[in-house]
């Protein structure tokens, strides 16, 4: 086993081990099919949200847990293990209510938002367009006021949950004219007319559903603008800060899940008498692999832990982003490697697991607009 | 409705060896779980108490101070209570002492919550001892009809209508209340523990019945005293291999190619 969070408590590892038992039954035996369809499975999803696992994050007073960072992420940890796509959709979907107490949203939406999340909705963060992914302000949905309620025109393209949501957070221009000042955020829903374009046919994560979201004169209340009208941007930013963060933890999953087998691999693989982890060149690649999740888990519960103490993450979070993201990479490639001419073969999982890993290092914003972040927060730095 | 579930925490057989020297079961490291049978009860416990909510669910274990981790489990399942009876002298019970001690303790729960159990839902048997005796020697011991190898139940005006597993066929069967039902394995899997119920279980006090809660036990029948079993000897099955499976309908085909077997294994 490639080890787990050690600093948990008691709690957290009993909630994270209820998880696992969860997935490990009903998620791990079908993985290598949905791999295939690109299903993602409801069944399994509602099973966890039978068991609460849905909208842990929600305050106790808005119905929710009120679970921590570090207390989701270790069950997230123990879902990503067995299929990161899963965990991913499965964690976005109902994770979105810390923009709300952000923006400082009326209790009403609070309580409306949660109240939907609590009895089955599926959420979605509609930001990326076709030309605007890393450079997020130039996206040209727009929304216009028109008495009560706001027109909103636009397509949302590679849409986490797109297909499966019924509440789209959605990013729009209320004024061009202002620049990235102009961006609001409104809560619209599929029955306001939101349709779906075509869902994606990607290279790994294919668990998770990703889909064009198109609004075409969708009419929301004007109750259901999230705080300010011009500060969406700022409220994305500040999301995405922490979601660097958070969303990680389905990589360091495939990391140690990727770990895993190759472990197990080099201990019952023989090559000229001996198991391969007998062997020097292999042995110090499984070392160095281990070290690299090691270090990835730490630098993931430290920023979490940050997070939890409402203390600013700095360049914490683009550099927790980029060295996750490029372990569960550099993990996985080395963990077909170790299964040699059987890890390239799709009979076993590694393959599946390095086209899985490849996402983390684009979306969250690329490494690049990370390392990007990073200095600039550097430069700023006193 | 009142429903006391008796579940026994047992060592994962799955995960368990034998030593082959000593014949005994290689404990360490083997991980301990509710009786699978067990969890079974509590799951059409849990039934009953979905269609009336007003359902009342305590689960008992008897066993030493780890065993409260089985009822644990049960309280994040679905019990609203728990209780274990633990104590020096109830150590080396077979299974006629732990079901007159556990039809005491039924009489002892009831007394502390103020309730009378309508139905006391066991597993059919352990997975460790594999006896299937405690469910109804407890009925015999409280003077309750029974109803053994339930797959699932009602409640009805008259009381309980169990479906009961057989060989060929299920029968269904009507029970007055209060009664025992033992479980066998359903076609459903039991529901999964929540979140809530966990934490409310880590925080749940389980009351520990011993020895001096029951003065007027008879002391001749608990214990290594109280129990006619002993053991003479404990060995591992040798296991037969090879065999051969003819399959077809029941007749005289089926007749002649058993005996062409047989001849031609020289054995006729």
């Known amino acids: 086993m490639s080890g787990k969070n050690l600093l948990l408590t008691e709690e957290q590892r009993e909630l994270a081990e209820m998880a696992a038992q969860i997935v490990n039954t009903e998620l791990a035996p079908r993985v290598a099919d949905l791999d295939r369809t690109g299903e993602f499975p409801m069944d399994v999803m509602e099973i966890l ?17 009120g679970f921590d960072n570090t207390t989701q992420m270790a069950i997230y940890e123990e879902i990503a293990r067995v299929d990161a796509g899963f965990s991913f959709n499965f964690a976005l979907a109902s994770g979105e209510f810390g923009i709300l107490e952000d923006a400082g949203a009326s209790e009403e939406l609070k309580k409306y938002y949660a109240d939907k999340i609590l ?54 221009y209320t004024d061009k004219s202002k620049g990235a000042k102009g961006i609001s955020l409104f809560l619209a829903e599929k029955e306001d007319g939101v349709k779906i374009g075509k869902t994606e046919d990607k290279m790994g994560l294919k668990l998770s559903v990703t889909s064009e979201v198109i609004f075409d004169d969708v009419r929301v209340p004007a109750s259901r603008l999230i705080g300010q009208e011009g500060r969406g941007f700022i409220y994305a930013m500040h999301a995405l800060e922490k979601a660097r963060i958070t969303s990680m933890i389905h990589a360091l999953g495939i990391a140690e899940h990727a770990m895993d087998i190759a472990l197990d691999y080099a201990k019952v693989r023989v090559t000229f008498g001996k198991p391969i982890i007998k062997h020097q060149g292999l042995a110090f690649l499984l070392a160095d692999m281990q070290k690299r999740v ?10 979490a832990a940050v997070l939890d103490r409402g203390l600013a993450v700095g360049t914490l979070s683009p550099s927790t982003k980029i060295f996750v993201s490029e372990t569960a990479m550099s993990v996985t490639t080395d963990a077909v490697q170790v299964l040699g001419g059987y890890g390239y073969m799709k009979e076993y999982p590694v393959e599946k697991l390095m086209r899985d890993a490849k996402v983390f290092s684009i979306f969250e914003g690329t490494n690049q607009i990370n390392l990007m972040v990073s200095s600039g927060i550097l430069e700023h730095m006193k | 409705m009142n429903i006391l579930v008796c579940v026994k925490q047992v060592p994962d057989t799955t995960e368990i060896k034998i030593d082959p020297v000593t014949n005994t079961l290689i404990r360490a ?27 009342r669910i305590v689960a008992v274990s008897m066993g030493p101070e780890q065993a ?13 209570k728990a209780y274990l009876v633990s104590g020096r002298r109830f150590g080396g019970s077979d299974t006629l002492a732990t079901s007159y001690i556990l039809s005491r303790a039924v009489r002892k729960i009831e007394e502390l919550e103020g309730i009378q159990f309508d139905a006391i839902f066991c597993g059919k048997q352990a997975i460790d001892g594999d006896t299937a005796q405690v469910g109804p020697e407890m009925a015999e011991h409280l003077g309750y009809p029974q109803v053994t190898c339930g797959l699932e139940c009602r409640v009805t005006n008259e009381g309980l209508e169990v479906i009961r597993e057989g060989e060929n066929y299920n029968t269904r069967v ?35 019945l011993c020895e001096n809660d029951f003065p007027d036990m008879d002391d001749g029948r608990i214990g290594l005293k109280g129990s006619p079993t002993h053991v003479k000897r404990t060995f591992v099955p040798q296991r037969k291999t090879g065999g051969i499976k003819l399959e077809g309908e029941p007749g ?16 006729i």
Not at chain 1, 294 to 303: E, K, V
Not at chain 2, 68 to 80: Q, R, T
């Open chain 2, 174 to 208: 009507a029970v007055s209340l209060p009664c025992v039902v033992t479980f066998t394995k359903p076609s459903w899997d039991p529901r999964y523990p929540s979140i809530k119920r966990r934490m409310a279980a880590n925080r749940a006090d389980i009351p520990v």
């Open chain 2, 252 to 267: 005289a085909d089926l007749a002649k190619k058993l005996y062409k077997a047989l001849n031609n294994a020289a054995v």
């Open chain 2, 68 to 80: 409260k981790a089985a009822l644990k489990e049960c309280l994040s399942i679905a019990a609203d």
């Open chain 1, 119 to 172: 009895s089955g909705s599926v959420c979605s963060f509609c930001l990326t367009e076709s030309q605007a992914g890393s450079d997020a302000s130039n996206i040209s949905t727009t929304a216009v006021r028109e008495g009560d309620e706001y027109v909103i025109n636009g397509t949302k393209c590679f849409i986490t949950n797109g297909a499966l949501a019924d509440l789209f957070m959605v990013f729009a």
């Open chain 1, 294 to 303: 090691d270090a990835a888990r730490a630098m993931l519960y430290y920023s």
């Open chain 2, 29 to 55: 490291g083997v991980p301990s779980i509710v009786n699978p049978f067990d969890g079974y009860a509590l799951e059409a416990a849990a039934r009953v108490k979905d269609k009336d909510p007003d359902t």
């Open chain 1, 49 to 65: 949200r039978n068991s609460g696992f849905y909208g842990m994050g929600i305050p106790e007073q808005y119905g929710g847990l």
